[in-house]
């Protein structure tokens, strides 16, 4: 099985859709990684999702990605003494630091840092801004608050304060444990929440070490304003619609992730948006037209992959979800005007390796051309060429099953585990195999193949052919 479309499918797994027949049937609809949130659940549950994907790959017979989205540092309120309170505006409210249950006049917030960050006459946001309060004073350990809008409040809800960088750290004890168990599990990637500077990524690659591809999701301003020291300790990165959307004004959104996705494509590293994709379909079978453009608008800015979170988590169409996102992905993808698009933002070429692979995407213009076929270690000749976005599908030939699974997150590429060789006939036979066998060229059907002697050493990609896939 192999994908006809280029831009991948991220689907969160949760209690609608954990069972391995249920991720089985996720898979062949066309989700490609799926993503365990570890804000929910426990790991007992994560174990069951994780050994659910490797199954299913099993039966699917492609390599298949579990990315670990850690909670990170997410600022919280207290517990409220009947659960929730009612608020309208002019409302006086004072948030402390005491464990004691709050009312109607305060609420504990057990983050001190948040009070030493705090500004008078500065804006707090509650419940993914649907409360606001402004600030009229703030000691070390409390804040009184008015609140400007918003009708209620209930525990744990989510806290934000615009335009701040909080000092906390980004991985917390519980992000830790959480690390220690998904790198135990085998994941292949770990995507760290709420960056906001360049040492969050240093300090989660230094945990990892290798073991996982690494990712940042950007959901703080503060984090735009360090976006290069970010992206250079990244291997992916994820436009977090969600929480990003509660601190910038709703008209920034759209023009920061295409910021985000024309930068991550020039530096050669996937991007996934994410986000309200498909919100609607948690509880109806088809999405909003609104919907369906927005997932249309990333495949057109080149995002290397669409996330469904609550719609495949928790939803009543989880698998409807997986095949709309699907269908809208390759209706786009059929578009006269794409390839024009996918052209426009071609990188400066600042390598001998990456200049060969511009010329094998130039090379595979041609008509004729099947497909592109890499042999690659560590899967970074496949991104290069996924950062040229070849209209042709990309065939990655590996020996290691990790890196397989890893490059399952890459635009337009499709990886096959196949045994060792170092002599390049042999190399030209097992590509010629492997482009028939995985349906991407049929006979006659010109291939090119991009790869380094010796065999194994990473990034040395230095041989361009051409090959046909024999006659019948």
């Not at 609809?29 to 929910?40: E, I, P, Q, T, Y």
């Not at 193949?449 to 052919?465: C, D, Q, T, V």
Request: charged share 25%.
């Amino acid at each position: 099985m192999f994908r006809a479309r280029r831009a991948r499918i991220v689907a969160t797994l949760g209690p609608a859709s954990r069972g391995v027949d249920k991720v089985r049937d996720l898979a062949v609809a066309g989700a490609d990684v799926f993503r365990v949130n570890f804000s929910h659940g426990t790991h007992a549950d994560h174990a069951r999702a994780i050994a659910s994907v490797r199954e299913a790959e099993a039966a699917v017979g492609r390599p298949l990605a579990v990315l670990a989205d850690l909670q990170g540092p997410k600022l919280r309120l207290g517990k409220f003494a009947d659960g929730h309170v009612k608020l309208k505006a002019g409302h006086a409210l004072r948030l402390d630091l005491k464990s004691k249950p709050g009312d109607a006049s305060r609420i504990g917030v057990p983050h001190p840092e948040v009070f030493a960050a705090l500004r008078t006459g500065g804006l707090v946001l509650l419940d993914d801004g649907k409360v606001r309060l402004r600030v009229t004073g703030h000691g070390p350990d409390f804040a009184d608050t008015v609140v400007e809008a918003g009708e209620q409040l209930s525990d744990h809800k989510g806290l934000n304060l615009p335009g701040l960088a909080i000092p906390i750290p980004a991985l917390t004890d519980k992000d830790r444990k959480d690390l220690a168990f998904a790198l135990e599990e085998g994941v292949d990637w770990v995507a760290l929440s709420f960056v906001q500077r360049a040492s969050d990524m240093a300090e989660l690659r230094s945990l990892v070490q290798g073991r996982a591809g690494v990712l940042a999701k950007i959901e703080k301003p503060s984090a735009l304003e360090a976006l290069d020291e970010i992206l250079d300790l990244s291997q992916a990165i994820m436009v977090a619609r969600g929480d990003l959307g509660v601190e910038l004004a709703p008209e920034e959104v759209p023009v920061v992730q295409k910021q985000l996705v024309r930068a991550a494509r020039l530096r050669g590293i996937p991007v996934v948006v994410a986000t309200q994709m498909l919100e609607s379909m948690i509880h109806s079978p088809t999405p909003t037209r609104a919907e369906a453009s927005d997932v249309a608008g990333a495949v057109y800015e080149g995002a290397d992959a669409l996330m469904l979170s609550a719609e495949s988590a928790a939803g009543d169409y989880p698998l409807e979800a997986v095949s709309m996102m699907d269908r809208i992905i390759a209706r786009v993808e059929s578009d006269p005007r794409w390839p024009e698009l996918m052209r426009a933002e071609y990188p400066v070429e600042d390598a001998d390796a990456d200049a060969l692979v511009a010329a094998a995407r130039k090379a595979a213009d041609a008509a004729s051309t099947a497909c592109l076929a890499t042999f690659t270690t560590t899967g970074q000749t496949a991104l290069r060429l996924a950062r040229e976005r070849p209209l042709q599908p990309t065939l990655a030939l590996t020996t290691s099953l990790d890196t397989a699974r890893r490059m399952a997150l890459i635009w337009g590429v499709e990886a096959r585990v196949v045994a060792e060789t170092v002599d390049p006939e042999e190399l030209t036979r097992v590509a010629v195999e492997q482009a028939v066998l995985t349906g991407l060229a049929d006979p006659g059907q010109r291939i090119l193949i991009l790869a380094g002697l010796p065999m194994g050493s990473p990034g040395a990609a230095n041989i361009l052919r051409i090959a046909h896939a024999p006659l019948r």
